[in-house]
Nanobody, 122 residues
C-alpha cells in the first residue's frame, strides 16, 4: 500500500519559517517526481512546487518563488518544503503528491498525502 505522510505544519507568525516533510512508504519513490499543493479555505487546490526524480530541477508557482524551496532525500524517500518569509495568504492545508513526471504531477498526481495544516498569523 502506497502512503505519503506529511509532517511539520503548524502555527507561525508572518515572516517566520516552517519546514514540511513528506515521507513515502509502500514503494520506492526515488524515480518519481514529487511535489506540494495547497488548499486554502473556500479555494481550489493549487500547485506549489515540484522536483524531478533526480532532484536536479525544481519548479515553483509564482506566489512562492523565492520564498519556498523544495528538496528531496532519495535515500530516505522523503521530500521537503522549506517555507520562509511566510505570509497570512500562505495559510492552507499543504498536500504532498507523487507522479511519474513533473508534468504529470502538475496535472494529475498519482498519489496524495493526507495534508498538514499551515497557519500564518498576521
Amino acid at each position: 500500500q502506497v502512503q505519503l505522510v506529511e509532517s511539520g505544519g503548524g502555527l507561525v507568525q508572518a515572516g517566520g519559517s516552517l519546514r514540511l516533510s513528506c515521507a513515502a512508504s509502500g514503494r520506492t519513490f526515488s524515480n518519481f517526481a514529487m511535489g506540494w499543493f495547497r488548499q486554502a479555505p473556500g479555494k481550489e487546490r493549487e500547485f506549489v512546487a515540484t522536483i524531478t526524480w533526480s532532484g536536479s530541477t525544481t519548479y515553483y508557482s509564482d506566489s512562492v518563488k523565492g520564498r519556498f524551496t523544495i528538496s528531496r532525500d532519495r535515500s530516505k524517500n522523503t521530500v521537503y518544503l522549506q517555507m520562509n518569509s511566510l505570509k497570512p495568504e500562505d495559510t492552507a492545508v499543504y498536500y504532498c503528491a507523487g507522479a511519474q513526471s513533473t508534468v504529470a504531477l502538475r496535472s494529475t498526481p498519482s498519489y496524495w498525502g493526507q495534508g498538514t495544516q499551515v497557519t500564518v498569523s498576521s
